[in-house]
């Protein structure tokens, strides 16, 4: 029998190697979520190690916030196939140097070929997990029927010992695609919440001071990406109709509203935000909105808003809304396939939207404006809500209990590599 390549701590300790396609400074949800992950179990004595895509302005061996991350050159090529292919085979070789400092392989979102470094840390003797993150992605399995790369993308879940899904909606699509439902493993993403809290009125006033935010205007909020996925398009349309009846209405947009490819930097993705800005500009309300472009403070913005927006048309889970939810934020939402129902299970927690008319919006927000002590009642339940089921602490406390069934502790004096 040949030795174990598995590295086994006597001490208890986990180690961890997370493989993520974009990971900070640059933005994507679900890098920042992998980076939240990171920190919280770091600071619960897990040896974390990030693999990612190497970017312009980045070095190959870099330090993020404590986190150690290995960053790969991907493939500066037109080819739409070109960036997760390098990706999947640029890992390789890094997880076979850092074999004996990992036992098991987290891969943030399935991409073609993720099944590559799946198979390769099974090789390697590791456990893997890989986690679900959008809908409508090649996350998503319902995507895979008709799809030529559906077998692909199959494969990669076949090859995970475990598989995550962040919501209701993926897991149910996970049942149906006929996979086997012992891997699947259901968790939610999770929030900081002694870093997203309500502030007094007297702290919010000093926040907008320091940010440059009128004191006695209102603020409606929005945090994402500025593009049609997001409901971008609804969220200015709507933006427009209040501001006409508002005076002292205005709008945050926290998040990047300019798509620069970081693999090709001069080509942008296809985005609507110009042509939404104009629409702003034509309606007289553009000194009215703020762009404050990607930031590493949403919870100051959020802690300076007054009734938090979310129009987006499609996601793996929304942590916007849990972020803003922590802050204390009434919050009006769309239903994104159930998942807002799912995040906001109980009495009035927030507002869904089943409709992607811009009109249903005005509705909603202009009752909660006019009806604050009912807001504050609404954005008090959210906060206790996201306290109980979304708190980062509790949610890390799941992922070391689906790591220690996966590897559990070697107890001192065992056998560590034996031998026949």
Known sequence: MKPS???KHLNGQLAVCMLCDLYLPFFSGASHQAHRLAKSLVERNVQVLVIAGRYPGTAAQDVVEGIPVRRMRLLNSELPLARPFSMALGALPILFKERHHFDILHIHGNKVFSFLPLGFARLLGKKTVIKMTLLGSPDDPATWPGNPLGPLMRLSFVLADRVVSISTPLSDNYQRSGLDPARLRKMPQGVDVSRFHPV?????????????LRHQATYLSFVGSFKQRKGADILVEMFILLARQHPELHLLVVGPDAFDDPVRAKRPYVSDADALKQAVQRAGVIDRVV????????HTFLQ????FVFPSRREGFGTAIIEAMAVGLPCVISSLDGIAAEICSGENIAIIVGSEDPQDYVQQ?????AHPHAAQEMGRRA???VIAAYDIESVTEKYIGLYRNLC??????SDINPKS
Do not use: C, H, Y
Request: no cysteine; glycine share 8%.
């Open 408 to 413: 559990p502790p070697v107890k001192a004096g």
């Open 304 to 307: 300076a808003s007054d009734v």
């Open 291 to 298: 762009f404050t472009g990607q930031v590493s403070n949403v």
């Open 5 to 7: 390549m598995q590295s």
């Open 383 to 385: 906060r206790q809500r």
């Open 200 to 212: 007094a009125a007297w702290q919010k006033k000093e926040i907008r001071a320091a940010l440059g």
């Open 365 to 369: 927000v202009a009752d909660l404006l």
